[in-house]
């Protein structure tokens, strides 16, 4: 199965917020979005809102559920209480928990689950039990015994950081080792029973080697590359030319 396409949003909030005006519409935007066939929509509302607004999430989900009901709504953030509660509030299917400080322009690596498991533990728990699957964002570095630790952490999947693989677009040779080590971070989520997400800097020219080497992605969230190039191709095309990057015949 191609790879599922999840939206990220916070790059039309951002371009929204510069100005105390309505559009570009969040929501309209991802309505374009999902009508063109992606699969879901994704936010990471940070505490200080410069680019997702917390009253974005209410408008989303109800987006979702009243136009869209077989897409999914994932949120993405530092597990602090306020980000739980608020995941609480407006029950995303997914939750994907990063390890980033909520001042960092970008979430930029993965969890490091020698130190940070038992905090993980709790959290993923509190989040299942409310319903949400739960993906943990993971260095795509190679390291097996890494994978297994964020295994016994109680979730669901990983989200592969591809933020170095996307940071080849000018070095061949370095893409190709960024990719293999991926490709086995992946090979080791998927023998220890995890779905695979990968998301960061990925573009409709990196996505194709990315989701050949790695078969059984489950998901790609992706915001700055789709943002850019809906801006010379509109939405709902740059929709579909991601979805044929991820193997998807349309």
Same mark, same amino acid.
């Given at each position: *199965?191609?790879?599922?396409?999840?939206? /990220?949003? /916070?790059?039309?909030? *951002?371009?929204?917020?510069?100005?105390?005006?309505?559009?570009?519409?969040?929501?309209?935007?991802?309505?374009?979005?999902?009508?063109?066939?992606?699969?879901?929509?994704?936010?990471?509302?940070?505490?200080?809102?410069?680019?997702?607004?917390? !009253?974005?999430?209410?408008?989303?989900?109800?987006?979702?559920?009243?136009?869209?009901?077989?897409?999914?709504?994932? *949120?993405?953030?530092?597990?602090?209480?306020?980000?739980? %509660?608020? @995941?609480?509030?407006? %029950?995303?299917?997914?939750?994907?928990?990063?390890?980033?400080?909520?001042?960092?322009?970008?979430?930029?690596?993965?969890?490091?689950?020698?130190? %940070?498991?038992? *905090?993980?533990?709790?959290?993923?728990?509190?989040?299942?039990?409310? $319903?949400?699957?739960?993906?943990?964002?993971?260095?795509?570095?190679?390291?097996?015994?890494?994978?297994?630790?964020?295994?016994?952490?109680?979730?669901?999947?990983? &989200?592969?950081?591809?933020?170095?693989?996307?940071? @080849?677009?000018?070095?061949?040779?370095?893409? &190709?080792? %960024?990719?293999?080590?991926?490709?086995?971070?992946?090979?080791?989520?998927?023998? &220890?029973?995890?779905?695979?997400?990968?998301?960061?800097?990925?573009?409709?020219?990196?996505?194709?080697?990315?989701?050949?080497?790695?078969? #059984?992605?489950?998901?790609?969230?992706? $915001?700055?590359?789709? !943002?850019?190039?809906?801006?010379?191709?509109?939405?709902?095309?740059?929709?579909?030319?991601?979805?044929?990057? @991820?193997? &998807? #015949?349309?």
């Amino acid at each position: *199965m191609p790879a599922k396409l999840s939206v /990220n949003l /916070n790059a039309v909030a *951002m371009l929204r917020n510069r100005r105390d005006l309505p559009w570009p519409s969040v929501a309209h935007l991802g309505r374009i979005a999902l009508q063109a066939g992606a699969y879901g929509l994704t936010v990471h509302p940070r505490p200080d809102k410069r680019h997702i607004r917390f !009253t974005d999430l209410p408008v989303l989900r109800a987006l979702i559920d009243d136009e869209f009901p077989q897409t999914e709504f994932n *949120m993405e953030g530092y597990p602090s209480e306020d980000f739980l %509660q608020l @995941c609480e509030k407006t %029950q995303p299917e997914q939750v994907t928990l990063v390890p980033d400080d909520p001042s960092q322009a970008t979430s930029d690596h993965g969890f490091n689950f020698r130190t %940070q498991s038992e *905090m993980l533990k709790s959290v993923i728990a509190r989040l299942k039990a409310g $319903g949400m699957r739960v993906s943990v964002f993971a260095d795509g570095d190679g390291d097996a015994e890494a994978v297994k630790l964020a295994k016994a952490t109680g979730t669901d999947r990983i &989200e592969l950081y591809t933020g170095p693989y996307g940071g @080849c677009f000018d070095n061949a040779g370095e893409g &190709e080792r %960024q990719l293999e080590l991926l490709g086995r971070t992946a090979d080791a989520a998927l023998a &220890e029973g995890l779905g695979v997400n990968a998301g960061h800097d990925l573009t409709v020219e990196n996505l194709p080697a990315l989701v050949g080497r790695i078969p #059984h992605l489950a998901e790609v969230s992706i $915001g700055h590359g789709l !943002t850019a190039d809906a801006l010379e191709y509109g939405m709902a095309e740059t929709v579909r030319r991601f979805r044929r990057a @991820c193997g &998807e #015949h349309i």
